[in-house]
């Protein structure tokens, strides 16, 4: 809302008239005459609001004895907005983790980004960015599971992030058991084992010695 936009119209034959056209009005909304066309030449749309946005095309336009419209290839959908919308974030192909399988977590929005970030919900200094919104995510050992959300920014307000995207949780399948656990789980009954050790050596020394003493 309120931004100014140029819709930028390409085409292979240059010094020919432009018309820039929306849809559902019969009538061009701008012309840019023979000598405006270089070949990639822009339409400005000034202070964009809600009238503004639709479905936009251009056209080449001839002005000898009758206007001929010729056909256009493509379209561009224009949205205005109050506030930068929500991306979505999935899972590819699972947001359930395999053993040393990687997932591409993908975050999309409708409209043109500047760029993309990934936070980490149970790391507070983790932030990953991307141009295309795709983030790989390698399950080592289990350390990749965890709640993630993403958030976007657009060049025309490139210090402004969209609000984050509805968390995704990555998580290993039931009943799987990582590396890290088993040590630790054998690590913990290691040490269980050594500390009753120790414990027994200490009560067999002090009978030892009691022993000793009535002797």
Not at 69 to 87: C, G, I, Q, R, S
Not at 148 to 160: G, L, M, T, V, W
């Amino acid at each position: 809302m309120g931004q100014n936009v140029s819709l930028r119209c390409g085409g292979l034959m240059d010094g020919v008239g432009l018309a820039l056209y929306k849809k559902g009005e019969e009538k061009p909304l701008q012309f840019l005459d023979a000598s405006s066309n270089t070949g990639n030449s822009s339409f400005l749309l000034k202070n964009v609001t809600y009238r503004d946005a639709g479905i936009y095309s251009c056209h080449y336009y001839l002005t000898w004895k009758t206007s001929i419209k010729m056909a256009t290839y493509n379209t561009v959908e224009l949205m205005v907005v109050d506030k930068l919308p929500k991306p979505s974030l999935s899972a590819w192909p699972s947001s359930v983790f395999k053993v040393g399988k990687t997932i591409t977590l993908q975050c999309r929005v409708s409209h043109p980004v500047l760029e993309f970030s990934l936070e980490w919900e149970e790391r507070t200094t983790f932030q990953k960015f991307s141009v295309d919104g795709d983030f790989l995510v390698t399950n080592i050992e289990g350390q990749g599971t965890g709640t993630y959300s993403c958030s976007y920014r657009i060049e025309a307000h490139p210090n402004i992030w969209s609000h984050r995207s509805e968390h995704l949780k990555l998580k290993r399948p039931a009943g799987f058991l990582t590396w890290n656990s088993i040590l630790n789980d054998a690590l913990r009954v290691s040490l269980t084992m050594q500390l009753v050790s120790l414990l027994l050596l200490v009560v067999w020394i002090r009978w030892k010695c009691r022993r000793l003493r009535l002797r």
